[in-house]
């Protein structure tokens, strides 16, 4: 009886660590557990509507977008969606050479020829003996873009507060708990996420990173993070060392802790030059407000100048008017007299 009571507890304590850990998350994504840990996430997982990812190793496939989507002025209609943490813009029928070409290894940017969105690339592993998985959906649903809008809108990094943005689709794909390769036998698991949103013309990404253990100083692997149009200057790449490349979960580039948004759709310079018009646009009624206040006090200006002028040329007469009186006066008087 004392060692089936035992047993008993020593399960229920299995248990509790089960539910308590990352374990816990990878048996129940919406459990309140994962949303507290991953709160920063949008919801993934079989329960949010996500596909999973056939768990072999370097997997991809290819993904059709509902309408293009603008990424540095040029129109993409599809990507391959990789497992190692990148994702391919393509436009046409072609193969996904990445993989091969690079032997499954990041590389640094400006990338000629690749036009790539990445948010954790690296060499991950996923096969079906771990408990790694990566998750994708095309969003459609009202309530899901909305917030995405929302959260566009509180932390656009563009600055130029789009109220009407609203995506007309959106991808949010999630790479959950997977290991570097050739470090399985280490507990150390990345979980992140790459959303994609876009209303034909705007588009966004946002990378969301939930706990992020590797690299460290036991799994020494290359990480690129960043995006890439495919020529020699159209790029942008997060620089950091490669082992503290993991407080991306604690940093930002728009106030909101693990979040990085980026608006993508052109140029910045171009995007600089949106928020210059906008603002003349949005700004015409006060600038003519302010040129009414500029005239109004120019012309007080010049009625008090032309006032102190006439009373400086009108002044020194007093005096003599006063005397030619006082003389007229008594030239009559004298007069009188004689």
Not at 128 to 138: L, N, P, Q, S, W
Not at 181 to 192: A, D, K
């Amino acid at each position: 009886m004392c060692v089936e009571f035992k047993m008993i507890k020593f399960l229920i304590l299995i248990l509790a660590f089960v539910n308590s850990s990352e374990a816990g998350c990878f048996l129940n994504h919406s459990s309140m557990d994962c949303r507290l840990r991953y709160r920063n996430l949008y919801d993934f997982g079989q329960e949010a509507g996500d596909t999973n990812f056939t768990k072999m190793d370097d997997h991809f496939i290819l993904v059709q977008t509902p309408s293009v989507f603008k990424f540095y002025g040029k129109s993409f209609s599809s990507f391959y969606l990789s497992s190692n943490g990148v994702i391919e813009l393509i436009n046409k029928n072609i193969s996904f050479e990445l993989h091969n070409k690079f032997q499954y290894e990041p590389t640094s940017f400006p990338l000629l020829g690749h036009s790539l969105i990445a948010p954790f690339w690296s060499d991950h592993l996923q096969s079906t003996d771990e408990e790694g998985e990566v998750f994708y959906r095309m969003v459609s649903d009202s309530e899901t873009l909305s917030q995405i809008a929302y959260d566009i809108k509180l932390y656009d990094p563009s600055n130029l507060r789009m109220n009407n943005f609203m995506p007309t689709w959106s991808c949010i794909a999630t790479w959950y708990q997977l290991k570097a390769h050739n470090h399985r036998r280490f507990p150390y698991n990345n979980t992140f996420q790459l959303v994609l949103a876009s209303n034909g013309e705007a588009s966004y990404i946002m990378f969301n990173y939930g706990g992020m253990d590797w690299p460290n100083m036991n799994v020494n692997v290359s990480v690129t993070v960043g995006y890439n149009l495919g020529d020699s200057d159209s790029f942008f790449q997060i620089k950091d060392s490669a082992l503290n490349i993991t407080d991306l979960q604690h940093r930002s580039n728009v106030g909101l802790r693990s979040r990085w948004m980026y608006r993508v759709d052109r140029h910045k310079s171009e995007i600089i030059h949106e928020i210059l018009n906008m603002r003349i646009t949005d700004s015409s009624m006060l600038y003519v407000i302010l040129i009414l206040i500029i005239l109004i006090g120019i012309n007080s200006l010049v009625n008090t100048a032309l006032w102190i002028i006439k009373c400086r040329i009108e002044t020194p007469t007093l005096p003599s008017l006063f005397y030619n009186k006082q003389l007229n006066e008594s030239q009559m008087v004298l007069s009188q007299i004689a």
